[in-house]
């Protein structure tokens, strides 16, 4: 053992006072828990949100009502959201009484072993489009996603989805069941907009995809979107082995289902007026 400058050695933890060697012991690092913060850190920085809750990510982005997605502008949506609201079965809605929702989940067949680990939710105010994305990094913030959504839904009176009433609704209401958590969704109106638009376009379109209603009536083209049926893969990537690359691409094909909710309110606004 080599000597100290003074020429005394130094001496294990284990023989010096108690005390001591605890506070020593303390300020060794600890690299689980430094590499585990990084990881936090990067996280948010490459899906550019903030940390709401441990293991609960929100990234949040505001789009003008000038804003085009694809032909149509988001101020359009929104002057015919009443209209269309009332058309599926919601009267008395203002357009910041909507509530836009799109979940990306763990699997397509729905039922209680899928996990909504992505919640996209949208609204209306004076002159935009709000977006606010939930992000699970971990399953223990399931409950704390859930209580946003719900937060969020108590504002506002019409629920509007693309097939929600059949997989996102049924889906975010079981898992709630599982975490012993009230439905968001109990008591407001719900305008599912594949309804609104099979009794528009079924019979001059193939079919009545989304995709289909946003290169149509919108003229969208999504540009190197993650398909959805990639999304599940993608996310047990992430969780098994931390790959978070696909993370920002996920939240980008998310918010497009978003944007394109408040958009295809114009054709469909039109259609009703007819």
């Known amino acids: 053992m080599s000597a100290t400058p003074g020429g005394a050695a130094p001496q294990p933890l284990a023989t010096l006072p108690a005390d001591l060697a605890d506070r020593l012991a303390r300020l060794r690092p600890r690299p689980a828990a430094r590499d585990g913060a990084a990881r936090a850190v990067e996280l948010a920085r ?44 919601a009267p008395d809605c203002d357009p910041e009484a909507l509530l836009f929702f799109d979940t990306e989940t763990t699997g397509l067949a729905g039922g209680t072993g899928t996990l909504a680990f992505l919640a996209g939710l949208g609204w209306f105010d004076a002159d935009s489009l709000q977006v606010r ?22 504002a506002r009176q019409c629920l509007v989805t693309y097939n929600g009433k059949s997989f996102d609704a049924p889906l975010v209401r079981a898992r709630c069941r599982l975490v012993r958590a009230p439905d968001p969704f109990a008591g407001i109106a719900h305008a599912d907009l594949l309804h609104g638009t099979r009794r528009r376009f079924a019979r001059s379109w193939p079919d009545c995809r989304l995709r289909t209603a946003e290169a149509r009536a919108l003229g969208f083209a999504r540009i190197d979107d993650l398909p959805g049926s990639l999304v599940p893969e993608a996310f047990r990537r992430f969780m098994r082995h931390g790959d978070a690359a696909p993370l920002p691409g996920i939240l980008e094909h998310n918010r497009n289902d978003l ?7 114009a054709p469909l606004g039109e259609f009703g007026e007819r």
Not at 48 to 57: N, S, T
Not at 136 to 152: D, P, V
Not at 259 to 265: I, V
């Open 46 to 89: 490459i899906t550019q949100g903030r940390w709401l809750a441990p293991q609960l990510l929100v990234v949040e982005r505001r789009y003008g009502l000038d804003y085009r997605h694809g032909r149509v502008t988001l101020g359009s949506g929104r002057e015919w959201s009443a209209r269309v609201a009332a058309w599926l079965g």
């Open 259 to 265: 944007l394109s909710l408040a958009a295809l309110l």
């Open 133 to 154: 994305q939930y992000l699970l990094s971990g399953f223990a913030a399931e409950a704390a996603l859930h209580a946003e959504i719900r937060g969020a839904a108590a």
